[in-house]
C-alpha cells in the first residue's frame, strides 16, 4: 500500500504552524474533560465544572513534562547530556508514554490529594478517558510518518518517508486500534459493569502493558537503543511489569467485594 503522505501542518497562519500532532494532544484533553465531567456528575463526586477543568490542566502538564522526561532518561540519556541545549526542544520530537503515564499519576494524585477528593473514582473516569488520546495520538504518529513498524511483506505494508525503500508494518496504526479503540471499548464495559473502584485503572495499567508488549513486536526499535535484554525492546521492558502489577492489582480490587 501506498504512505499517503499527509502534510503534517494542517494550518498555516503567516509564521504560525499547526500541526495534526498538537491537534491529537488539544482533542485528548477535551474528549478528558467530558468524559471526568460526566463521570463526576453520575458518581456524585465532590468536583465543580471548574475543578473537572483544573484537573485536566494538571494532569496534562504532568503528561507532558513526564513523557519529555521520560524519553530523555529511558530513550535518549547520553544524547542529551552531550546537548543539554536540547533538553526542552519539544518540537523536534521525544516524549515517552512510560513518562507521561508516571507524570500523569504523579499530578493527579497531587490534585486529588490538594483538594482532599478520592482516588480511586477519579482515576477510573481519567483513565478511562486514556485510550482516546493513545488513539488519537497514534494517528499522530502515523501522520508524522514516525515510529513505523519492522520490515514485513504483508499486503498492506508501507513505505514510510525515512524508512528506507522497503515496505513496513504501520504499527502506529495498530497501536491506535488495540490501545485506543478496543482498550476504550473493554473498559467503558468494565466501568458499567464493575462496581469496585480502581478495576478501571488497574485495569488500564494490565491492558497497556499487554498490548505495548505484543505490539512492540511489529514496531521498529528505537535506533539508538536497538534489541536490549533478551532481544526486548525498551518498551517491552517497561511494559511487561505494568501487565503484571496490573493485572495483580485488578484481581485485588474485585475480590474487594
Keep these: 500500500m501506498t504512505y499517503p503522505h499527509i502534510d503534517p501542518v494542517f494550518l498555516k497562519l503567516g509564521p504560525l504552524e499547526f500541526r495534526w500532532y498538537g491537534l491529537m494532544y488539544i482533542c485528548a484533553f477535551l474528549a478528558a474533560y467530558f468524559i471526568i465531567r460526566s463521570g463526576v456528575k453520575r458518581k456524585g463526586l465532590p468536583l465543580d465544572t471548574e475543578g473537572v477543568a483544573d484537573l485536566v490542566f494538571t494532569v496534562a502538564l504532568g503528561i507532558v513534562l513526564g513523557g519529555r522526561l521520560g524519553y530523555i532518561l529511558f530513550y535518549n540519556l547520553d544524547y542529551y547530556l552531550a546537548h543539554p541545549a536540547k533538553l526542552f526542544a519539544v518540537w523536534e520530537g521525544g516524549m515517552s508514554f512510560h513518562g507521561g503515564l508516571i507524570g500523569a499519576t504523579v499530578a493527579g494524585v497531587y490534585f486529588i490529594r490538594k483538594h482532599k477528593l478520592p482516588f480511586y473514582p477519579l482515576a477510573d473516569l481519567g483513565f478511562l478517558a486514556a485510550p482516546i488520546g493513545l488513539g488519537l ?121
Design 137 to 257: 495520538g497514534r494517528i499522530g504518529n502515523f501522520i508524522n510518518g514516525e515510529l513505523y513498524g519492522r520490515v514485513t511483506d504483508v499486503p498492506w505494508g508501507m513505505v514510510f518517508p525515512g524508512g528506507g525503500e522497503v515496505p513496513r508494518h504501520p504499527s502506529q496504526l495498530y497501536e491506535a486500534l488495540l490501545e485506543g479503540v478496543l482498550m476504550f471499548v473493554i473498559l467503558f464495559a468494565v466501568s458499567r459493569k464493575v462496581r469496585q473502584d480502581g478495576v478501571v485503572f488497574w485495569g488500564f495499567i494490565c491492558l497497556y502493558g499487554l498490548f505495548r508488549f505484543c505490539l512492540e513486536f511489529f514496531r521498529e526499535p528505537d535506533a539508538q537503543l536497538g534489541f536490549l535484554m533478551g532481544g526486548l525492546s525498551m518498551g517491552q521492558l517497561l511494559s511487561l511489569p505494568m501487565f503484571l502489577i496490573g493485572g495483580g492489582m485488578v484481581i485485588q480490587r474485585l475480590r474487594r467485594g
